[in-house]
């Protein structure tokens, strides 16, 4: 499986920004596609997960209430729909999948990872 982010950019701290990342290859062995964050300094973070074949969603602490994780099977597309956004928010985010059901906070479970792609959010 191939992942690909679109690009980030530089938002003002409240405004909106929406991430996508489109899936290649054998994407029918994808169960679970995620977000992660990693702000220079830091370790990889979980920002939110979906089930691809239900829907179900499981967002981390830093995104409740601001962030939304969606997907469109028929494109095998991922989607962040970042609002409120704020200057912690500044990390490079990557796209992720894994072939195995769950929706787990983890890197260690997912087996796929696109290239990241970098938000920066101004005060």
């Known amino acids: 499986v191939q992942l690909q982010a679109s690009e980030g950019g530089l938002v003002q701290a409240g405004g909106s920004l929406r991430l996508s990342c489109a899936a290649s290859?054998?994407?029918?062995?994808?169960?679970?596609m995620a977000w992660f964050r990693q702000a220079p300094g830091k370790e990889r973070s979980f920002v939110a997960a979906?089930?691809?074949?239900?829907?179900?969603?499981y967002l981390g602490d830093s995104g409740k209430g601001r962030f939304t994780i969606s997907r469109d099977s028929a494109k095998n597309t991922l989607y962040l729909q970042m609002n409120s956004l704020k200057p912690e928010d500044t990390a490079i985010y990557y796209c992720?999948?894994?072939?195995?059901?769950?929706?787990?906070?983890?890197?260690?479970?997912?087996?796929?990872w696109g290239r990241g792609t970098l938000v920066t959010v101004s005060s």
């Open positions: 290859g054998r994407t029918f062995s994808t169960s679970v």
């Open positions: 992720a999948a894994k072939s195995a059901f769950g929706l787990v906070p983890n890197t260690y479970f997912y087996n796929y």
């Open positions: 979906i089930d691809w074949s239900s829907g179900e969603t």
